[in-house]
């Protein structure tokens, strides 16, 4: 009896180029500038099915890594990496994308269950008395023995210093906005005084902080006219 032979004349298998795979193609080493295209746009991925943002999604991640590998060979070489840019739009495309992602699993847990399916958010303090967004997640240890945990996440704070600290940010942040409201006042100012007939409509909406009336008495609004 002859011995069987299987032959295999289709592979489905993708071609393996070991650590090429983190480099850019040869054919751009030399090149001073890449041709590249834009980063994918919401609208575009929403047409695209879940199985094809999967696909997408580690194309784009295993681009980003050839581009960071490639920006790092030309900062030891001390070389220009061409088209810095590709970077940026592959993670604007990233995130895009994982925005897109969520959007259907909110769209779907809100069908299902009522509820966004997102992590819950609680509004928690840091040790510098500033506010932000905790996200909680699940451990398989309780909150009380958790020591990793506790170490990692400080909440509360306490202290003359720290009292300090708020007090002067405080003020720092009032500071910005009241010179954001002289900066807009005043050119509303600058802007009567130029053009006797503006339009106050369009300027409440371009400048909303601006005080309408006191610009109006303002000494940079008085211009070679006789106001109405």
Partial sequence: MAPTFQYSFIHTTPKCNDLMEFFDIPKNWEKDKVRVGRSWKKDELRLKSNEDLHKLWFVLLKERNMLLTMEEIYKRQ????????????????????????????KAYYMLETGTTGERPVVTKYNPLGLRYFYRMSQYSRPKNKNSAWHKKYKFNFGGYAVQKFLRLYREKLWNEKRKLINRQRNKVAVLMRIFPNLDMQAVKEQYPLADIEKAKKHRHADGHFIRD
Wanted: no cysteine.
């Fill in 78 to 105: 001390w070389e220009y990496f061409p088209n810095p840019e590709r970077i940026d739009k592959v993670e604007d495309s990233m995130a895009n994308l994982e925005s897109v992602v969520r959007e259907r699993n």
